[in-house]
C-alpha cells in the first residue's frame, strides 16, 4: 500500500515542478527531487509524461537525462518505454538518422558528438561535403531549419542549456557579431592563441557557455557567420 503521506509530498513535488516559470529553478527543483529515491525518479517519470506532448523544454531535458544517468531498473524501463529515442523529435527533412547523435550527447561523451556533429552536417550538405568533411559557407545557407533545430535541441537538451548553436548565436549577438570578442567568450581563443584541438577543448560540462559544439571547424568565420544567422533561429 502506498504511504499517503509519500504520495501528498510526491503531488507537492510535481505541482512545483510544474507550475515554476524559471528555467533555472526547475533545474534545481530536479536536482533536489532527484535526492529522494525512488519516490523522486517516480516523479519525474510523471514530470516527463505530462509535459513532453507539449513540446521540448530544459527541465524536461534535465528529467530525462536524470532517470537516463540512474542505474534504476524501473526508470530504465520507463525511458525505454515511453522515450526509446531520447526526448527530442529527431526530425529531419532529409532522411538523416540522429539516434546516434542523441545518444552520444545523453552519455555525455561530448568530444564524440562533436564530430558526429560535423559529419551529420556534411552530410546534409550532400556528398561532396560528406568527402571533404567541411562546409562552404553557401552549403550552410541551404541546410534545412528543421535539421538545424533538431542538431540544436540535442546539444542543448544534454547540457542543461549550455551548449548548442542557438547559445553559440545569443552570445554572438550580444558581442555585436564580433568574432574577435566571441572566440574569447567560448574559450576558442585565449590570450590571442587559438585553443588547440582536441585536448585543450574541455568536454564536459565545466565548459563555458557556447563553447561547444566546435563549429569553428567549419573552414572560417563566414561559415560560422551563415549558421548563427540561419533562419533556423528566428523561425
Known sequence: MTDPN???VADDHLAQLQSESSPKKQLQLIDQIATQGRAGLAVLQEFLKIQAPQGTSLALGK???TLYDTTDPESQSFLQTHFPHGIVPLNSDRDIDYKPLQKLLADRVFQEA????LLKMCELAGESAFERQWLYFSEVENFPVTDLQTIDNLW???SEGKFG???Q???????GKNFNKIWGKIAWKSDNRWTRYPNEFIWDLSAPKGHLPLSNQLRGSRAFASLLSHPAWTS
Open 169 to 175: 548565436r545569443q552570445i554572438w549577438l550580444s558581442q
Open 165 to 167: 548553436f542557438s547559445v
Open 156 to 158: 542543448l537538451m544534454h
Open 114 to 117: 562533436d564530430r558526429l556533429t
Open 63 to 65: 528529467a530525462y537525462q
Open 6 to 8: 509519500l504520495a501528498s
